[in-house]
């Protein structure tokens, strides 16, 4: 069997559904190469290879009886841990869940099923999903596959690993203030945060409500593209999902850009920015003048504020979220007789350093006396922030940032440095703060041959002209197909 890891999911599916190999070829191609490289990154947690070999073996039957298939069936796939597949754990990367099974599945997972996707297994990830680093999963760190030596970002780290190292053409991770981003630009692969509604929340581990989204992570443009027309849509299991109808994204990827404007906020390109990411990310403003785009300095003078008012905001929900989590309903349990003993003994055991540091300023933040002063003011900095950016979308059709200040940084070299690892989200939290789409795609390397990232914000549900813009600069930039 040639390399199926080297193609792309639309060379997969036909290579499956015409015949030429079977799903349970692919599968067990995939994992062959999965179980080797897994064993050096540690980005999978749990493989559902039952689950996978049920699925191949339903497609292969539909082959052969010649029924008439979905263009992606038998092509696989992998999910982050905090999205439930029911009869498989749902750690969230966190030890107060190591026992707890799914009982049902996620909305966009559930999507993906019905499309014929196979899920091979779950990505490792930040407890969670607080984190950008991927050092404080309470099952070990990941490897980044360009480095050992350096993070592969977070949360969703382990989703951006297996992305780059073609593991699964496939991938799901999840955004809150820049966890499918901030890795992808880490990791050199492609990474959406789709409009905050687009895609079901239903069964994803709450860690910030108003803010989390479900995202796909890819290797090229056109697999994230199809692969967030397979998971966007409305479900009536969510009540953040937006009702209306979704294109295929894939059909806006070779539409010319002439004539489109994009805005390059000033604020974005000060101190602290790592010179080789600027001169990468001007080197795609060229390319988007070549291609006709009509390229505009803006000024968002709310960004130096951005980045406060979503680490305040987010971790206020996540106190809220967490609570449930007590030792008595499920997961981890520490039980003496005394329930308040109980209840003190399993969040201090269960739950690692990071999420205990973001449950108090979180608590502080909403506790008698300091909500006006704090979570009130931020819901009104939010709304500015969002009308900012509103503003800024009247004038412009794209927003082009780099994704992150610096490229990927060593393991250790900011764990006990907080603040330091929160500013590694500082050109991302806009985006979640406003519920807006933004897109990490490579855009080169830098000297060590760590992979550097641009980032394209656009307007609400306006998901396809991003597309357009990416593979524009793909095609241009020699990544991709």
Known sequence: MENVAQLTARQIGELITSGHYSAREVLEAFLDRIKEIN???????????????????????????????????????????????EGYPCTCGSKILENYISPYTAGAVEKMMNAGLVILGKSNMDEF????????????RVANPHSAEHVPGGSSGGSASVAADRMAPFVLGSDTGGSVRQPSAYCGVVGMRPTYGLVSRFGLVAFASSMDQI????????????????????????????NRETPEYASFLDNSIEGKKVGLPVEYFGDGLDEEIQSAVLRCVEILKDEGAVVDEISLPNSA???????????????????????????????SGDLDDDFIRTRSEGFGPEVKRRIMLGTYALSAGYFDKYYRRAGKVRAGIKAEMDAA??????????????????????????????LSDIYLSAASLAGIPALSLPCGNNPEGLPLGVQLMGRPMEEGLIYNFARTLEKNLGYGE
């Open 39 to 85: 064993a050096r990154t540690n980005a999978i947690l749990h493989f559902t290879e039952e689950l996978a070999y049920r699925q191949t073996e339903a497609i292969d039957k539909s082959i052969r009886s010649g029924d008439k298939l979905p263009p992606y069936a038998g092509v696989p796939a992998i999910i982050k841990d905090n999205m439930n597949l």
């Open 305 to 335: 504020i951005c980045i406060a008012d979503y680490y305040l905001i987010a971790n206020a929900e996540a106190s809220s979220n967490l609570a449930r989590y007590d030792g008595v309903r499920y997961g981890y349990s520490k039980r």
């Open 129 to 140: 999903g607080m984190g950008s680093s991927n050092e404080f999963s309470a099952y070990g």
């Open 393 to 422: 979308f009247s004038r412009c059709d794209i927003l082009l940032t780099p994704t992150t200040p610096a490229p990927a940084f060593r393991f250790g070299e900011k764990v006990d440095d907080p603040l330091s690892m929160y």
């Open 215 to 242: 995202g796909p992570m890819t290797s090229n443009v056109t697999d994230n593209a199809v692969l967030l027309a397979i998971i966007a849509g409305y479900d009536q299991k969510d009540s953040t999902s937006v």
